[in-house]
């Protein structure tokens, strides 16, 4: 997509050395164009991380779904390392047991992302916090802060553009160290013996529970103690996709029975019967030292979190090495403020990635950073970028937070086939997913193969 034969381009700035900023940086310096990626840790540490790390993974150590041809997070990998996203070839590098996700070990994953970009001789790292818009004087500048962008830089963005960005808050979920399993009750098994990258078909923990167990766990989870808010947070709402673990209690008794602990796929080997409800636990290191509880990310207190988690049979003596916590997420109004290549419209030499553009997951915020990083780079090698088409799944996302969502109604999406153009009437239902992951994989291919004079 980018070649020119014009002398060196000045640096571009990356501004967030978080997953969406990494892959920015990478997509810039592989064109050929000078980088300087600029990380406030640890000079300046957020209430989320735990290392001064770049692309450390904050939340889940999962990537999601990795089947290309039925899944949209899926095809999204797949367009990734085609390419030749950093993000992915890590994530690949360093995978670890998850049925049908993309599941990887964080420390490994993180140290390959920072060990590429500091071997790379084109990317300069500079360590300390933008606290304003950045400079004229810097030229093309890439603001991939993430959801936890510093106060001073979301107020200097407020002030730019006239708008209040969106926020939401994101909970964690918690670890659990392995030898603390009580494998008499918990056993292994992925739903419907699924295998996926890196596994074998038994990749989750699972910990039943019967009518009794799950009812009192709910009451529990209803009673425990939470995280007050402050007076300023308290109409902050939830993203849907990551809501914390009580909040979907509180919707219906059998709410979680129907999400994170639906026990469909999953057979008991101590009954041979499918449980009431069941807990899964991800691998969420290489070794297989900690699982993370999938779907527990909670707002409760740290406390009430190892009580009431522990009433989970088969974790009845979990040690935890990471109880589950809250965090404030900011987002822009995209569709109102950025143009089709990402560019703030009341000053087109900043460009958003990542997070902060409204899209949500990792694979997203870094999809859109590749897209941000290949976009400048264009511009810097005197070419004009060009948009990925809608039928993929980079446009379709890209097209979604630029224009695609009403600006009225913005909430952060995570990519799936209902953003994607539909198909030809005459494709049988069963059929579309597939199709439609053929026709991305395409017009993606052609998209990559063009030139910049063939953009312009």
């Not at 967030?16 to 000079?43: D, F, K």
Request: with cysteine; proline share 7%.
């Amino acid at each position: 997509m980018i070649h020119s034969d014009t002398a060196r381009p000045r640096p571009v700035h990356v501004v967030g050395g978080g997953l969406a900023g990494s892959e920015a940086a990478w997509q810039i310096a592989r064109a050929g164009v000078p980088v300087i990626l600029h990380e406030m840790r640890p000079v300046r540490p957020t209430d989320a991380h735990q290392t001064d790390a770049l692309a450390e993974l904050v939340c889940s150590n999962s990537f999601r779904s990795d089947d290309a041809v039925n899944n949209a997070v899926g095809l999204l990998h797949a367009e990734m390392r085609r390419a030749g996203s950093l993000i992915l070839a890590a994530a690949d590098a360093h995978k670890v047991p998850a049925g049908g996700a993309l599941a990887v070990d964080r420390t490994g994953f993180s140290a390959a992302v920072q060990s590429a970009l500091e071997a790379e001789p084109l990317v300069e790292i500079v360590r300390g916090e933008v606290t304003d818009l950045p400079p004229e004087e810097w030229g093309s500048t890439i603001v991939a802060t993430g959801p936890l962008t510093s106060p001073a830089l979301a107020e200097a963005v407020r002030q730019l553009t006239g708008e209040e960005s969106l926020a939401f808050f994101d909970a964690i979920a918690p670890i659990v160290h392995k030898d603390s399993i009580d494998f008499e009750t918990a056993w292994f098994q992925s739903r419907y013996d699924k295998p996926g990258p890196g596994g074998d078909g038994s990749d989750y923990i699972n910990c039943p529970l019967d009518a009794d167990q799950y009812r009192a766990f709910v009451a529990a989870l209803l009673a425990g103690e939470k995280t007050e808010f402050k007076e300023w947070e308290a109409n902050t709402p939830y993203f849907e996709g990551c809501l914390p673990i009580e909040v979907m209690a509180s919707r219906g008794i059998d709410t979680l029975r129907y999400g994170p602990m639906k026990p469909v796929g999953l057979r008991d080997p101590r009954t041979g019967h499918r449980p009431h409800a069941v807990v899964q636990l991800r691998q969420d290191n290489a070794l297989g030292t900690l699982y993370n509880i999938v779907g527990f990310q909670t707002k409760l207190r740290h406390g009430e979190q190892a009580r009431i988690f522990r009433m989970i049979p088969g974790l009845e003596k979990a040690e935890f090495a990471r109880l589950g916590g809250l965090h404030r997420n900011t987002f822009l109004n995209s569709p109102r403020l950025l143009d089709g290549t990402l560019r703030l419209k009341p000053r087109p030499q900043l460009r958003f990635a990542g997070q902060v553009t409204g899209v949500e997951g990792y694979v997203e915020s870094a999809a859109i950073g590749l897209l941000a990083g290949r976009f400048a780079a264009a511009e810097e090698r005197g070419g004009q970028p060009v948009a990925p088409p809608p039928t993929t799944a980079f446009g379709a996302l890209l097209a979604h937070i630029t224009g695609g969502a009403a600006a009225e109604t913005f909430q952060p999406m995570n990519v799936n086939f209902g953003l994607f153009p539909p198909l030809d009437a005459s494709v049988r239902k069963n059929e579309r997913k597939p199709a439609l992951s053929r026709r991305a994989l395409a017009d993606l291919d052609r998209w990559l193969g063009m030139k910049v004079d063939e953009a312009a």
